[in-house]
Each structure stands twice: as C-alpha cells, then as structure tokens.
C-alpha cells in the first residue's frame, strides 16, 4: 500500500505531498488542473519510459518519490534487498527522477536500479487503469490474459506456450536437415575423400620436423663425416695435434708447480682440459665413422615429406592443423551420414512433442472453459450492481484445430445490455458508458485473484453519469474495504463515496501555471462537490445535492 506520494516539477505540478490511507482516495479537480499527472507520476514509478517533456518549465528535474507498506518477509522485499536496497520500518522508498535533459534514473530503497526493474517490482505492487484498458478489452491477447489470471491459468498457458515453441523448434530442425538431405550427402562425400587421403598417409603428430632433420642429415653426409674426422685429427691424430700441444705445456708446468700453489691450480686445469679434448677427439671420431650416405632413405625421406607437404596443402598450413581437420572431419562425418537416423528420431520426437503440447492444451481449454462460465457470471452480477440490471456477460471459448503458443483457444467477450437482445462481441455492442461499466467489472471481480495491494483508475467512469454513476462509486467503494483504491474522476457521485478526498488546484501567475494538491475536510467536500455538480461552488441547489449524495454515500459504508 502507498503510504505517502511526492511530486516535483512534473508537469504542470511544482510541488505536491499526499498522505494515503487504505480504502478509496479520489482525486478531483478542474480539467487541465494536474489530476492525471499524479496517475503519470505512479506510471513513472512502474518503470513508464520518461520524457524531457514531463518535467516543469524552468525545472532542472522532475522527481517522484513513494512510500510503499511490504512484507519484510516477502518476495518484493527480498529482491529490493537482491538489487541492494533495504527497507525502513516495513517502508520502501522508491524514486524516479527526470533531468530537464531527459536522462531518467531510478532508485529502490536507496539503491540505484535499472528502470526495468521499477516495472517488475512495481507491478507486484500497483496496477494502473485508464480509459485505455477499454481498448485491451477488445485485443484477443488482452482478453485471454484477463481469463487466464482470473482462472489461476497462467502457470498452466506458460507451460502450453513452452510446449509449443519445443514442437516447433523439433519441426523447423527437421525441415532444415530434409531441405539439405541431398547437400549433406555430397558433403559426406567429400570428407570420405579427405579422410582417405589422410589416411593413406597416415601422419603423425611432429614427424614432419623430424623428417626435415633427418633429410638435412643424410643430404650432407660426406660433408659431415669429413669435418668430424677432420677435426678429431687435428685434436689428436698428428704431430702438431691439439693434445700433444697441451701436453707438452703440461710437462713444463709440472717442473715448476709445486713451488706455488696458484700455479699448480692452473696446471691441474690444464689437465683436465687435456682429458676433455682427448673426450672431443674420441666422440668426433666416433661420429665421423658412423656418418654414411645413404641414398635409398634419402629418397624415402624426400618422398615421405612430399606426401606431407601434399596434404598440408590442402588441409592446413601445417601437419597439426591436417591432423585437427581430419578429427573434426570424422566428427562431421558421423553427424552427417546420421541425417537418416536424426529424422527418424525427430519424427518420433514430434510426435511425442505434439501429443504433450495437444494434451495440455485440451486440458488447458477444458479449465478456460470452466473459468469462462465463472468469469462470466461473476462479471453479469457486478454490472447488476452497477446499474447495468438486465446486462450478461458472456465469456465465450471457441476451441480451434490449429496448434498454437496459446493454446487451441480464441476468447471472446459478448454483451447483451438488455434482454431479448443478442450477444455481441462487447468492442460494438457497448456504448462508451456500458464499455467502461464492463472494465470496471471485470477489474472488481479480478482484483478478487490479483494480489496487487493498490489499484488505480483514471477516469474509467468516463461515459457514465446519472444512477449508473453513483452505482459506479458504491461498487468502488466497496472494493476499497479490501484494497486501496485510487481514483482520478470528474462525477461528484464517485467522489462522494471516498473515504479520502484531494483536490488540484490551479493557479496561474503571469503565464506560468503550477498545480498543487490539497486533501479536503467534510466542509471543503461538499464545497467541491457541489463545483463539480452545478458548476458553481456556491450553488445552493448543487450544495443540497452534494450533502444528499454523500448522506447516500456514508449510509452505504
């Protein structure tokens, strides 16, 4: 419930406070004073898109600010706490702010929030409706929703709809892969061909660099074998050998070492490079003897690494990426040639598919069809009671044949105003009064299965006057008890059922206008009352009338 409601610089409003009650609160005032800003300022609160035009001349923002009850313990309360907002005292401010610039932020229980998330919190907490919702009445989407939320339908339609959309998306598969049979096998095809070709070859992973190195070898054997052996010869084979070198200088050292120790380090180092050139030496030789030429696997090497280079041409830049399209060749392969076995299962699939989503949604239907006879009847007894005595509602469910993500139904709602006549759809056979008189309805006996704590309406009495509207604000009266109830109106017969009553004031300086609301006393009531009847706050027929029609009013509480 709305506790408390502040605006400032919205429209045509500088600045305005409202303390609510439960119960019904109506708002009333001239045309053009500001009433349907508050109505815009609480769609500001639900996440509406905002607008630069919304904010007051000369403002640098316009704000809206609400104070809503809600159980500390519930889901609204734990995902204000999720977003990162905490409540005071049971309380949850939430705010929306317009810059004169039109960037728009929002905030829940002091936390900055993204505006879509106003709308999804707020819509647990309030619901909003204006003279347009006559129009949704007439939509076929509008008019199964409002049966299915009045039947305790919606979880059971949401499963109908994911049904649907399975089966749908099992039949657009299947129609891809049987419009690309043909294709599919010509791929197979072609990576049969590259999997043999692979195979025939049969790389493996890093023997390329290997080959390359081994063909580097044996192309310069002689080269090779002839610098190895050179080599070791000169480090110990002739006279003029390294090692024989070294051991002459070792032989001189060794006269004179032992007369200083630094010396004879130097010497013992000499010798142990003398053991590591005769170790050079004897692995030079060692290699030398076993280089050979051999031309037969110089040609298989050269042969192997062409086969390679064959297929690294045509399958990747190098061997690993030929190796990586053959395993994912042979993964394709075993998904394409399986296109027989997949359709298979898809029919099979479908038809389970089908048999579910037909299922649930004749079981959907059959509970539509129970809810229609209910809502129909619950709806004829509020037009009673809304001066609408001989009226009857008819919810009509038709079962169709084609498969739909709603189900097999199409939902109509049928008026007949008077009796004898005929039932027709309510869009023509309802006059602007008749039409609002059957929204108000159907939104009292829905409220019943709505767990939304305030509801608003902005002048859904539009088009009623007379004994239909004093009925109009008895029935919101009533509703009131249970829920809070908030009314934007212009018929003093709603008005005198309020429990709380605000005024917009108008005043106008220069040409600036601003609006300011004010609730009103028993006094004052009757003083705008009677404006509203006679046109004249002063009118002393039109005070008799006012003061009779809330005697009428408060004798019905």
Known sequence: MITALSLAGLGVIESADLDLQPGLTVLTGETGAGKTMVVTGLQLLLGQRASAELVRAGA??????????????GEVADRVRDAGGELDDEQLTVVRTIASGGRSRAALGGAAVPVGLLGEIGAELIAIHGQHDQGHLTAPAMQRELLDRFGGLVPLAVEVGRDFLELRALEAERIELADHR??????ADALRFGLAEIGAVAPVAGEDAALRAEEDRLAHAVELKQAALSAAAALSDDDRAVVNQLADLQRTLDLVRQHDTHLDQVAGRLADATYLI??????????????EADPARLADLQDRRSALTALTRKYGPGLSDVLSWAAEAEQRLTSVVGTDDRLAELDAAIESAAGAWRQRALELSARRSAAAAQLSSAVTTELMALAMPDAEVLVEVRQGTEAAVAGLDEIAYLLRPHRGGSFTPVQRGASGGELSRVMLALEVVLADADPVATLVFDEVDAGVGGAAAVEVGRRLGVL????????????PQVAAFADQHWVVHKSTSGEITSSGLHQLDDEARVKELTRMLAGLADSASGQAHAEELLAVARAAQ
Do not use: K, W
């Not at 640098?60 to 313990?73: E, F, G, K, L, M």
């Not at 043909?182 to 791929?187: G, I, K, S, T, V």
């Not at 692995?283 to 280089?291: F, I, R, S, T």
């Open 278 to 291: 005769s170790d050079l030496a004897s692995d030079l030789n060692g290699y030398g003897d076993g280089v």
């Open 182 to 187: 043909q294709a599919r096998l010509q791929e």
């Open 480 to 491: 009131g008890r249970s829920r809070q109830v908030l009314v934007v109106t212009h018929l």
């Open 60 to 73: 640098a923002r316009a704000q809206v600010t609400a104070h809503i009850s809600v159980d500390p313990r």
